[in-house]
C-alpha cells in the first residue's frame, strides 16, 4: 500500500493533468458523498492522460480505500467525458450509534427553552449516522458537524456544536453533542417601568426583582435570545404578576423585551383600581410664582369596554404662604395616554375642563384648563426619566403668564 501511495504521489507530480472530471458515489450517505466526490475529483484531475483507463482505475481504487475508512471499493468505472462511478460497500458491519445531547449549564427558565428547542434533534441526528462506520469520523466529521449545525441553526442559532464518539458499556457507540456559545452574548438587561397610575417610588423594587428574574438571560447568545423575546415577555409578566403592588393595583403588565448584547425590558403597567403620585414644582421666570406640593390620589373604573374612568382628588400646597387648593374631578380614557374630564376647584369656587396626554420617560407630555371664567392654564413639557420633568407652563390667572416649571415626580 505504502508504494501504491508513492507512485500516486509520483504521477501527480511528473505528468500533464488530465481534463476535469466528474465523480459519482455509491453505497455511501448523501451528507458524506459530496467532500468524498470532491476529494476523489481532485485526484483523478491529477491523473496523467497518457495513462491507460485501467492504470486510472486502479489508481483511484487505491486513493478510495486509503482515504474512504470504513468503505471498501466494490468496482470503479470512468465513462465518456471522464464521467467516474465508484461503487462503495461497508467494510464491516456499522455500529449501533445511539446520540446524547449534551445541553449547555443554563438555568431556569433558560434550560426549558433550549430543552424545547431540541425536542426530536436526537433522532434527526440519529437518522444522519445510521449505517455509518465509526471510522469514518476520522475523515468526515467536518460534513458531520456541518449537517448538524445547519439543523440547529434553525432552532438554536448562536450556539457552536461539537461532536465526541466514543464506545458504550453495551458494546454500542454513543455520539454525545454539546453546545458552546458563541459572540455576540447578552452582558446584561436593563428594565424600565413605565406608569401613569403607580408612584415612581414603588418602582425601583419592581425592577430589582426583574433584574433578578433576567439573570439567567446573561451569557447567551444574542441571536437565540431574539428567538425567545416572547418567552423574555412571558417571564416578566409572570415576575411582576406575583408581585403584591401590582396584585393590589388590579395591574395588567405589558412586557415588551428587545434582545441584544444590552436587552431592554420595557414594562407598561397601569393599574385597573388604583392612580397616585405626588410631586414639587419650582417655577423660573415668573416672580409671583412659588414652589408647590401636589397629590393626586384616584380610584378607576372601568363602566364599558376599552373606556377608563377616574374619581380623584388633588392636593396643592404653596410653601410660600401655605394655602392648600383643593380639587375634585372626573376623567375618562377614550384613546390610550388622553384623558378628558372637569375638576371643580375650591381656590375660586369653579369649573374648569381639564385635557391631558400623558406620557412616560423620555417623551413629551401636554395638558390643558379652562375654566368657566375662561382662565387658560397649560403646559407643554418632557419627561427626562422616572423622576424629573420640565414644562413650558402658561397661566393667564397670573401677571406673568408664561414661566418654566421643573417638576420632581415622586
Known amino acids: 500500500m505504502a508504494a501504491a501511495t508513492l507512485f500516486v504521489f509520483t504521477l501527480l507530480c511528473a505528468y500533464p493533468f488530465a481534463a476535469e472530471s466528474s465523480v459519482r458515489i455509491e453505497g455511501m450517505n448523501d451528507w458524506l458523498k459530496e467532500s468524498a466526490e470532491r476529494g476523489l475529483e481532485a485526484v483523478y484531475d491529477h491523473i496523467p492522460q497518457t495513462e491507460p483507463m485501467s492504470v486510472k482505475e486502479g489508481l483511484l481504487r487505491v486513493v478510495a480505500d486509503r482515504l474512504l475508512l470504513g468503505y471498501s471499493v466494490d468496482s470503479v468505472t470512468i465513462g465518456p467525458k471522464d464521467a467516474v462511478a465508484i461503487k462503495l460497500r461497508l467494510a464491516a458491519t456499522p455500529p449501533d450509534w445511539d446520540v446524547a445531547i449534551s445541553p449547555p449549564n443554563l438555568s431556569p427558565p433558560v434550560d426549558g427553552w433550549f430543552a424545547s428547542d431540541v425536542d426530536g434533534m436526537e433522532a434527526e441526528i440519529a437518522s444522519l449516522v445510521k449505517g455509518v462506520p465509526m471510522e469514518t469520523l476520522a475523515w468526515g466529521d467536518i460534513d458531520l458537524r456541518r449537517e448538524i449545525e445547519r439543523m440547529s441553526a434553525e432552532r438554536i442559532p448562536g450556539w457552536r456544536v461539537a461532536l465526541l464518539a466514543r464506545s458504550a458499556s453495551d458494546g454500542g457507540t454513543i455520539l454525545d453533542v454539546s453546545f458552546t456559545p458563541e459572540q455576540p452574548l447578552a452582558l446584561a438587561v436593563t428594565t424600565k417601568i413605565n406608569s401613569s397610575s403607580i408612584p415612581a417610588i414603588l418602582h425601583s423594587r419592581l425592577r430589582g426583582d426583574l433584574i433578578k428574574s433576567y439573570a439567567p438571560v446573561i451569557g447567551v447568545p444574542v441571536p437565540w435570545l431574539e428567538r425567545h423575546e416572547t418567552d423574555m415577555q412571558s417571564l416578566g409578566r409572570d415576575v411582576l404578576s406575583g408581585e403584591y403592588l401590582v396584585e393590589v393595583a388590579k395591574a395588567d403588565p405589558k412586557v415588551n423585551a428587545d434582545a441584544g448584547v444590552v436587552s431592554n425590558v420595557d414594562v407598561e403597567l397601569e393599574s385597573k383600581r388604583y392612580s397616585a403620585w405626588l410631586w414639587m414644582a419650582v417655577y423660573a421666570g415668573a416672580e409671583d410664582r412659588y414652589p408647590e406640593v401636589g397629590l393626586h390620589l384616584g380610584r378607576r373604573v372601568q363602566p364599558f369596554s376599552r373606556l377608563e374612568m377616574e374619581l380623584y382628588g388633588e ?69 427626562f426619566n422616572d423622576y424629573i420633568s420640565i414644562e413650558l407652563h402658561y397661566d393667564s390667572r397670573f401677571d406673568d403668564e408664561w414661566n418654566v416649571r421643573a417638576l420632581l415626580n415622586l
Not at 323 to 348: A, N, Y
Request: hydrophobic content about 45%.
Open 315 to 383: 392636593l396643592i400646597l404653596r410653601l410660600d404662604d401655605w394655602e392648600l387648593e383643593k380639587r375634585l374631578g372626573v376623567r375618562w380614557s377614550p384613546l390610550q395616554s388622553l384623558w378628558v374630564g372637569g375638576e371643580w376647584s375650591d381656590m375660586d369656587d369653579i369649573w374648569w375642563a381639564r385635557v391631558a396626554v400623558e406620557s412616560w420617560a423620555r417623551r413629551p407630555y401636554v395638558w390643558l384648563r379652562y375654566s368657566e371664567e375662561d382662565d387658560v392654564n397649560a403646559a407643554l413639557g418632557y419627561r
